[in-house]
C-alpha cells in the first residue's frame, strides 16, 4: 500500500476520533435529532470512503471487502450515537452498514484507471462531511463565531486541502505486470488466428515468456467462436465482454464476421492447446497449439 494512502487513513482516523469526542463534550448541549443526525452522517461518510479504498484493496474478495467496511461504518455510527440516545445508537449503526456495504461495491466495481481518482473524491466529501459535522456540534456551545469557524475561512481552508491533497503521489500505485501499450521499449508480437467452420488457422504459434502478445481473433465463419488457451499462465488482462482470463485460462470470443483482440504476457514455457468452445466445434478439428518458449 502507498504511503499516500497510509497518510489518508491515518487522518480519516483522526478525524473520526474528533467528532466522536466532540459529541461526548457536546452531548448535554446538542439535542437528540441533532445527535441523531451526526451519528448517521459520520457512519454513513466513514463506511462510503473506507469501503470504497477496502474494496479497491481487496479487489475480487467483494465478500470480505463487504464485512470489513460494514463493520467499519457500522462501529463509527455506534460510538457516535452512545453518547446522545438508543435512537441515535441506531441511525449511526444502519448508515454505517449502508455506507459500508455501498463503498465496498463501488471499490469492486470501479475500472483500475479510475479507483485514484475515485478515493480522492470520497476523501474531499468526507472533509467536507466532517466540516459540517464540527460546525454543527459547536453550534449550540456558543452564538460567538471566533475567525477560526467563519464560514469564508473553513471554505477557503478546505479549497487549499483539495488543491495539497491533489499534489500526492498516486493513492493506488499500478501493478508491477501492468501491459504497457504506450511503453517504445515493450517487446510486442503480433499474431492473427482466422476461425471458420471447422478450423483454426495456423493451428500451432510459437511465443516467448516475457513478450507481450497481440493476438487478433478473425472470424470468418458464419457462426461464433470462442477460443481458449487451455492452462496457459499469463499476465493481467483488461476485463471484456470478448476476453478473459479465468484461473489461468484466457478466452477470446468472436461472433461471425467480426474481429477481436486480446492482449497478454505468457509467464511459464511450455506447449498449451487452444480450442474452440463451442459445443462441437472442437470434436470438428477447431483445436491447436501454442509453445512458449524462453
Not at 115 to 139: E, N, Y
Not at 169 to 190: C, Q, R
Not at 194 to 220: C, H, S
Amino acid at each position: 500500500m502507498a504511503i499516500p494512502l497510509y497518510i489518508t487513513l491515518i487522518g480519516i482516523c483522526i478525524l473520526t476520533s474528533i467528532i466522536i469526542w466532540q459529541t461526548f463534550v457536546c452531548r448535554k448541549r446538542i439535542t437528540t435529532m441533532t445527535g441523531m443526525m451526526v451519528a448517521m452522517a459520520l457512519g454513513m461518510s466513514v463506511g462510503l470512503v473506507t469501503g470504497v479504498m477496502i474494496g479497491i484493496l481487496l479487489s475480487g474478495n467483494l465478500f470480505y471487502s463487504t464485512v470489513m467496511a460494514m463493520i467499519i461504518g457500522m462501529v463509527t455510527g455506534y460510538l457516535a450515537g452512545i453518547p446522545v440516545s438508543i435512537l441515535a445508537v441506531l441511525d449511526g449503526t444502519l448508515a454505517g452498514v449502508m455506507g459500508g456495504m455501498m463503498g465496498a461495491m463501488l471499490g469492486e466495481m470501479i475500472a483500475p484507471e479510475f479507483q485514484d481518482p475515485m478515493i480522492r473524491i470520497m476523501v474531499v466529501l468526507f472533509i467536507a462531511t466532517i466540516l459540517l459535522l464540527f460546525q454543527i456540534l459547536k453550534q449550540p456551545v456558543t452564538n460567538k463565531r471566533d475567525w477560526l469557524h467563519h464560514p469564508v475561512v473553513m471554505v477557503f481552508g478546505f479549497l487549499l486541502f483539495i488543491m495539497g491533497y491533489n499534489q500526492l503521489e498516486p493513492l493506488i500505485p499500478p501493478p508491477s505486470n501492468e501491459i504497457g501499450h504506450d511503453n517504445p521499449h515493450v517487446n510486442v508480437k503480433n499474431l492473427s488466428i482466422e476461425a471458420d467452420e471447422y478450423a483454426f488457422r495456423p493451428n500451432r504459434i510459437q511465443v516467448e515468456t516475457g513478450e507481450t502478445i497481440k493476438l487478433e481473433l478473425n472470424n470468418m465463419g458464419e457462426s461464433e467462436h470462442i477460443l481458449e488457451f487451455i492452462g496457459l499462465e499469463a499476465g493481467e488482462l483488461p476485463s471484456s465482454q470478448h476476453h478473459q482470463q479465468i484461473s489461468g485460462q484466457i478466452q477470446i470470443h468472436s461472433n461471425a464476421g467480426e474481429k477481436q483482440g486480446i492482449t497478454f504476457i505468457p509467464l511459464v514455457p511450455g506447449t498449451y492447446r487452444y480450442i474452440c468452445t463451442i459445443p462441437g466445434h472442437k470434436e470438428a478439428g477447431m483445436e491447436g497449439e501454442i509453445e512458449v518458449t524462453l
